[in-house]
């Protein structure tokens, strides 16, 4: 059964980072498309802060890390996403307060906490085509295998699917949240980019407890 400490955790965020870094043109056109065209940069931004201050974080146990990078991501990304993000951080860095690392278990919890956080931060619900979606589809995924008592490896890969299913589902929503609400066509059609990065990161933290 896998665990990941600290290390991991900062491994995993380094990757992730790279992922983002490559769909540069990808995300700043959903953005561009439906809200201002700044969310890669915002969250790339944020990537490289956290990424750049890694010698300093190995130091932290993984509770102290995740509210470290709630913080920065806070300080760090500008828009809607920053303040979202930070949220989430900071509430899942709570939520395994008395964890050495993450499990099977205490991942979901850390997860869980974290989507809370991003709706009750947001107003947001599952189905208003935000971030929210990739993150509540994953875990609603996640949960199922946990509940069906699969293998790890299955109920990751049950959450990879979930994330990315999530994203994909919000193309057909309209917008009830984020600038893509304030558009006639409440971006109908059209990917959530918020959705799209979100579903980056939580693939990205699956394959590497697969890897
Ligand atoms: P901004 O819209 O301020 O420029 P970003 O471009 O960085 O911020 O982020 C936009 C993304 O933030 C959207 O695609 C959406 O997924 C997410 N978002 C915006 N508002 C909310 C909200 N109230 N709740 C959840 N997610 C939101
Ligand atoms: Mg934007
Ligand atoms: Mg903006």
């Known amino acids: 059964s896998f665990k990941l400490d600290t290390n991991d955790y900062i491994a995993y965020m380094m990757e992730t980072k790279e992922v983002i870094g490559g769909q540069k043109d990808y995300i700043t056109e959903l953005d561009a498309t439906t809200g201002d065209g700044d969310h890669w940069a915002n969250l790339y931004m944020g990537f490289e802060k956290i990424t750049g201050m890694s010698e300093d974080l190995k130091t932290l146990n993984i509770s102290d890390l995740l509210k470290k990078i709630g913080m920065t991501m ?75 008592n699969k293998d790890e490896k ?39 980019p918020g959705a799209v990065t979100m579903a980056l990161q939580l693939e990205c933290l699956g394959n590497y407890i697969l890897h």
Do not use: W
């Open 74 to 148: 806070f300080s760090a990304i500008g828009g809607s996403s920053g303040a979202l993000y930070g949220s989430g951080y900071v509430a899942a860095a709570k939520a395994i307060q008395n964890e050495n690392d993450l499990t099977i278990n205490s991942l979901y919890t850390m997860l869980d906490a974290m989507l809370k956080a991003i709706m009750e931060r947001g107003k947001t619900q599952p189905g208003q085509k935000t971030m929210v979606d990739s993150l509540y589809n994953a875990l609603v995924c996640y949960r199922k295998g946990l509940e069906a």
């Open 154 to 192: 299955d109920i990751i890969e049950m959450f990879i699917n979930g994330a990315k299913e999530g994203a994909e589902n919000t193309k057909n929503m309209e917008a009830a949240r984020g600038r893509a609400s304030y558009r006639t066509d409440k971006g109908v059609g059209h990917l959530d």
